[in-house]
C-alpha cells in the first residue's frame, strides 16, 4: 500500500500549549526503539488519519530527521468536542510481520434486505490480521450479495484476504447476517363497553337504600296491626 506522510516535531512545550496552537501530543515507540515525545499538527494528522481508515501506515518524519514507518497504535479523544487529545505511534520494522486490526468495508446489496425488508447486523467492524508492514492495506471489502434470506450469514472463512495477509479471527466467526423485521406487538384487546346507564351515582345508592328501609318498615308496621287484630 502506498504510504501517507506526516510530520512531527519533538515536544518541548506542555500539552495544553500544543492544542492551544492546533497541535496534538504524542509519543512514539516499538520494539528496540525507545520512547519518544512529540507533536503533530492536528489538521494535517486528521487528514492522515481519515485517509488510512485509522489503520494504515504512515512515514513519519520527525524534525528534519529520516522518515519512519508507524501505526497509529492508539489515540484519545474528547468525549464532549471529540477532538484528539493525544496518539500513539508505534514504530515498525519492514521485515518483520506486525499485528494490528483492519477495518471491514461492507459492498453490494443483500437481498434480503431489499426485497424482504430485513435488517442488516454486522458483528465486525473490523479483524485481527498478520501481515508484513508493506501489504498492510486500510480495510478489507466484504460483499453482503450472499445474504438472500432470513438468517444467511458470512464467516470469517468466507472473506478473501488481500494478498500477503493472514486474518487471525476463527474461520466460524460470523461477521454479518441479516434477520426479520420487527414487528410490533398487536395493540391489547379494548376493554368491554361499560353500559353507563347501569353506573349509579353516590345521592342514588342513597335513595334506594332509604327507600329499602322505609318499605322494610311499612311491612313490620301491617304486620303488627294484624297481629292486633
Known amino acids: 500500500m502506498s504510504n501517507l506522510s506526516l510530520k512531527g516535531e519533538l515536544r518541548v512545550k506542555a500539552a ?4 492551544k496552537e492546533s497541535k496534538i501530543p504524542a509519543v512514539l515507540y516499538g520494539h528496540g526503539v525507545k520512547n519518544v ?11 492522515a488519519y481519515q485517509a488510512g481508515g ?6 513519519l518524519t520527525i524534525d528534519s530527521n529520516k522518515p519512519i514507518n508507524v501505526l497509529v497504535q492508539d489515540w484519545q479523544i474528547n468525549p464532549i468536542t471529540s477532538v484528539f487529545t493525544h496518539v500513539d505511534f508505534r514504530q515498525v520494522k519492514m521485515d518483520e510481520k506486525i499485528k ?32 508484513l508492514p508493506k501489504d498492510l492495506v486500510s480495510e478489507i471489502t466484504v460483499d453482503i450479495v450472499s445474504l438472500k434470506e432470513f438468517g444467511n450469514v458470512i464467516h470469517i472463512s468466507d472473506i478473501v484476504a488481500p494478498a500477503g495477509i493472514k486474518i487471525l479471527a476463527h474461520d466460524e466467526d460470523v461477521i454479518a447476517t441479516v434477520t426479520p423485521p420487527r414487528v410490533e406487538e398487536e395493540a391489547a384487546p379494548i376493554a ?34 294484624k297481629e292486633k287484630k
Open 54 to 59: 485509522g489503520k494504515g501506515l504512515l512515514e
Open 192 to 225: 368491554a363497553a361499560v353500559d353507563l346507564s347501569q353506573i349509579k351515582t353516590e345521592s342514588e345508592e342513597k335513595k334506594e337504600k332509604k327507600a329499602t328501609e322505609d318499605a322494610g318498615k311499612a311491612k313490620v308496621e301491617e304486620t303488627a296491626k
Open 100 to 131: 494490528t486490526d483492519v477495518n471491514l468495508k461492507f459492498i453490494g446489496e443483500s437481498p434480503a434486505v431489499k426485497e424482504l425488508g430485513g435488517i442488516f447486523v454486522k458483528n465486525f467492524n473490523s479483524i485481527p490480521v498478520e501481515c
Open 37 to 47: 515525545n512529540l507533536s503533530v499538527n492536528y489538521r494535517e494528522f486528521e487528514k
Open 16 to 19: 495544553k500549549e500544543l492544542r
